[in-house]
Every structure is written in C-alpha cells, then in structure tokens.
C-alpha cells in the first residue's frame, strides 16, 4: 500500500468516478474513500478504518472478500494463460468448465451460455439476440421491448433504456423509442391504500394488457424484469405476481427475459431468482456472483426453444455476428469456476436463505414498529428499511432533509455499510453470503441506532 503519496488529489484531478456528483466531487464536497483490503464481510481503507460491507460492494462480493482459493485460481490461470479468444469454436479449460458448471445450475429448459463482462452488456446481448431471433423467425416488426418503472438492467444505450429509472435517461436522449415501462410491482406505493396484494397484482396485469393492446401483441417481442426489483428499491413482487405476469405474456407470444445479475447463484437463498418464484424464463442475465466480482464476467444464458432458432438461423445466415474480444476471459473463467465452487463447498446459497431470514427478523424486531419505517421487507439475502414521515399515511419523508444518506452516513461513521437506494427513502442491505448471525446483529442495531439518531426517540 503506497503512504506518501497524495492519492487523495490524484483521484480528484484525474478520475471521473461513476455514478458520482462530478462538480462537487472535483470541488472536495463528495467524501472519497480509497478502499484497500477485504476480509470476509469487512473491507478497510486507506485511513485504516474497516467496515462491515452489508452491500457486499454492489450486491456482487456474494463468497465474501479475501477468498485464497480465487485468488490462487485467477494467478494459475494468469500465469498458464492469460488469455485466448472464444472466437470460431475457441475457448480455454476455465471457459469450457464454466459454462459446464452454469449450465448444470440453471433450470433445466435452458440450453447454452454466451459470456461477456459485465451486467449491462450481457443484457444488451439478450437484445440482439431477441431481435435476431424475431427476423429469423420472419416478424421482424416484432421488436418493441417492455421493462418496469423501477427496473435497472445497465446503463448503455439499449440497457440504460431498459431502466426504468429517470437519472439514467436524462439528458442521455433515451429512453430509445423501442422501450416501454410498465408499473412497478411497488405493493408499498400501492395506488389505493384499501388493495390487497392480490388486488393490486390484477392491476398491474391489467396495466400491462392494456399496453400491450395499445401497442399491438404483434409489435412486442420481450418482457424484461429482475425477480426482485433491486436498485429501484429492493421491492419483492406482490402475492401471484409472476404467474399472473408469465400467463399474459404466453397469451401474447412475448419472450421473458430474467434478468438475474443481482439474484443469480444464491442472492435469494437459492441458486436462482427465478427457482424461487417459479419463472420460466426464455432468456437470462447473469454477471456479478458469477465469479463474486473477483473478476468482471456475465453470461447470457438462452432457453432451448431460443437457441433451436439460433440453431437453424446458422444454417440460414452463417455465423453469429456477435461477440467481444474479452467473451469468455479465461480469467474471468477461472475466477468463475473457483467461485462456484465456493459456493458450493461451503453451502453459502444455504447460508444466504438462513442469515437472511434471521437478518429480515431481526431488523422486523427492531425496526417494525418505529414511526419513522413503513415497512421492513426482504428476502433471502436482500432487505430493505423503507422510511417515511408519516407512518399511518407511509407518505414520503421530504427529498430535501436528506433522511436517508443521514441514516446511511451515521451508520458508516459506526462502521457499518448500508446503501441508501438512490431512487427510494430505502436503506439497503445486499450483504454477502458469508454473513453470520453476529455480523447480522450488528447490521441491526447499527441501522436502529442510526434510524434513532436521525429521527430522534
Ligand atoms: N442488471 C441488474 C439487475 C443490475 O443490478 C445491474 C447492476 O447493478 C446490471 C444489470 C448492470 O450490470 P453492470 O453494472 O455490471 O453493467
């Protein structure tokens, strides 16, 4: 770890963060951290402050950080090769054993893996290949995409569109016009007070027939969502969802594409998003606990009935004209091959539905009943603390109070990592599976305290 150095001012002079306020950033009003070292579900920084991460960095260090055996997996792999295309039938042992050990996890009608780098890109591939698919299939006018208020599936061009989030679209000039939102499955921020979770299900069905009438069955080729809405708030579908949802779009002839970068391989204390509420996917998106972000790979993983399509439209039109140079990084690979195997050595998908439900418990016990929070929700290894200003009314605090980044700042000054979503007054935890009932308790009585402190009482 460098000492003298003003890495502090480099990273102010020189690099344009992500996701970050650039002006005040540069102005020194945005705290930087300069993180250093990780071990388990604590990361350290340069100041030498450590922190229990209960966001498992962006929902993706799922094995828990400082993990020997991936290390040693990326260095072997590193120093035998380091790299080699999977261009025109090429690819390495990590690569090969890797869509190997994928295919044998995911539900059984799904038939191959492609990989790309990360999340967005891998959904971006879905596009095209839904797209491909509807010219082979001879309607090419059925193309238009629909996504959810409140879903986030990247923020490329094609991805950021698919978002469902307006600080991904402005003043980008998206969304692109072949996307349309939906409703949110958001029970919470249900439009009458008096509906059952069953009542407002059929509303958002009926919202979606009603789009997909407007704009003609003819014209739409794929619903896109996450079994559990993630960056737009942590928000579990309502009673009956999914069914409710799958039926009108196999009325409809419209693909459904899982986008499972958040819930694949354990997040929801089984392997997959879609196992836990019965989807049958056409296509799906994974990326971050494919490898626990020990190195940037996703996969696009294609149901058999699209890639008997793929199938016959090469005897058509020849090769796929589709791939990057880094697909299938054999490092990404083996980082990937050692992680799943992790998992499942040391049954962390197990651990995540355990430590989980003790986690939604507790923070139920602790926090249910507080003035200020509407609701505690999770699942799995997801759980979401939503505040309000008035809990009878759930209505929402004021933006300009700032609740939230209060609640999650005091938390980081007692050494717990939270996120404050950035699109709800929703304190988020997406902590990783290694997670113990101790670290969960801590998570607890750190966001009370926190919630207290804010609040007062
Ligand atoms: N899809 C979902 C559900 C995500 O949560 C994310 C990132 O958080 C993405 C896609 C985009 O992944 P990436 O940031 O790796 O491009």
């Known amino acids: 770890m460098l000492k003298n150095d003003p890495l502090e001012q480099w990273d102010r002079e020189n690099f344009l963060h992500p996701s970050t306020h650039l002006a005040d950033f540069a102005r020194g009003n945005v705290a930087q951290r300069i993180v250093t070292g990780g071990e388990g579900s604590h990361i350290v920084d340069r100041n030498g402050n450590r922190f229990l991460d209960g966001f498992a960095g962006l929902y993706c260090v799922n094995v828990g950080y400082g993990r020997q055996e991936i290390a040693e997996a990326i260095a072997a792999q590193a120093r035998e090769l380091s790299y080699y295309h999977a261009y025109v039938g090429h690819g390495t042992e990590a690569s090969v054993t890797l869509a190997k050990m994928i295919m044998d996890r995911a539900p059984d009608h799904m038939s191959k893996v492609y990989f790309g780098l990360g999340g967005s890109d891998a959904n971006e591939t879905n596009v095209k290949l839904v797209w491909y698919m509807n010219n082979i299939l001879g309607r090419p006018e059925k193309k238009k995409i629909i996504s959810r208020k409140r879903g986030y599936h990247g923020s490329g061009l094609m991805t950021g569109s ?3 989030l307006p600080m991904w679209h402005k003043h980008f000039d998206l969304p692109l016009p072949q996307v349309l939102h939906t409703e949110a499955p958001y029970y919470y921020q249900r439009p009458r007070e008096a509906m059952t979770e069953r009542e407002f299900t059929a509303y958002l069905v009926s919202e979606l027939e009603q789009m997909i009438e407007r704009e003609g069955a003819e014209t739409i080729a794929a619903f896109w969502a996450e079994p559990v809405l993630g960056t737009g708030g942590i928000i579990m579908p309502p009673e009956g969802y999914w069914p409710a949802i799958q039926e009108v779009l196999e009325k409809h002839d419209i693909l459904l594409v899982a986008d499972e970068v958040v819930t694949g ?3 929801l204390g089984t392997m997959f998003g879609s196992e ?63 992680n799943l195997r992790l998992i499942d050595e040391l049954d962390l998908v197990g651990n995540a539905g ?31 603390v939503e505040l309000t200003a008035d809990r009878s009314t759930r209505a929402a605090p004021d933006p300009a109070d700032k ?19 950035p699109h ?3 304190v988020g935890f997406a902590p990783p599976f290694c997670l113990t009932e101790a670290e969960a308790d801590e998570l607890v009585e750190k966001t009370a305290a926190a919630v207290r402190a804010v609040f007062g009482g």
């Open 162 to 164: 698919l978002t469902g």
């Open 276 to 338: 836990h509420y019965g989807m049958k996917p056409d296509l799906m998106t994974i990326a971050k606990g494919l490898t626990s972000a020990y190195a940037p790979l996703s996969g696009s993983i294609v149901s058999e009935k699209v890639w008997k399509v793929l199938e016959e439209a090469a005897d058509l039109t020849g090769a796929l004209g589709h791939g990057w140079t880094y697909s299938a990084h054999p490092i990404g690979a083996a980082a990937g091959v050692a």
């Open 265 to 267: 391989f354990g997040r």
């Open 424 to 426: 709800a007054e929703v």
């Open 354 to 384: 355990r430590v989980g439900a003790y986690l939604k418990t507790r923070m139920t016990e602790a926090l249910g009943d507080y003035p200020n929070v509407g609701e505690v929700r999770g699942e799995g290894m997801l759980c979401a």
């Open 403 to 421: 609740v939230t980044a209060k609640v999650v700042g005091h938390m980081m000054q007692n050494g717990v990592i939270a996120r404050a979503m």
